[in-house]
């Protein structure tokens, strides 16, 4: 069956870098646009970051442009997103999710993980 596995979260200070990795498996990995969202408490689920199948297009939401990179490995059923300069808005449960199609509207994405946490101190 599909699994997406997040892993890498963890308590950093504003300033700092963390770098998120998601493992997948059970579906074709390059057949599908991957993407990273979060959650902070009491705020809806929001987009991060996307990429394409093949790897060769992104998106990023403004609030990470500059900050934030997505990128993936299809040999290895990998997509990680590369965290620098948080700040405390930051903080938040990641997900990454799986999708033919992709984009920014998390309604588009079939496979979900279960999310990891990310907690940036001022």
């Known amino acids: 069956q599909v699994q997406l596995v997040e892993s890498g979260g963890g308590l950093v200070q504003a300033g700092g870098s963390l770098r998120l990795s998601c493992a997948a498996s059970?579906?074709?990995?390059?057949?599908?646009?991957m993407g990273w969202f979060r959650q902070a408490p009491g705020k809806e689920r929001e987009f991060v970051a996307a990429?394409?199948?093949?790897?060769?297009?992104?998106y990023r939401a403004d609030s990470v442009k500059g900050r934030f990179t997505i990128s993936r490995d299809n040999a290895k059923n990998m997509v990680y997103l590369q965290m620098n300069s948080l700040k405390p808005e930051d903080t938040a449960v990641y997900y990454c999710?799986?999708?033919?199609?992709?984009?920014?509207?998390?309604?588009?994405?079939?496979?979900w993980g279960q999310g990891t946490q990310v907690t940036v101190s001022s």
């Open positions: 999710a799986a999708d033919r199609v992709g984009g920014r509207y998390a309604g588009n994405y079939d496979y």
């Open positions: 990429i394409s199948g093949s790897g060769f297009s992104t």
């Open positions: 059970g579906f074709t990995f390059s057949n599908y646009a």
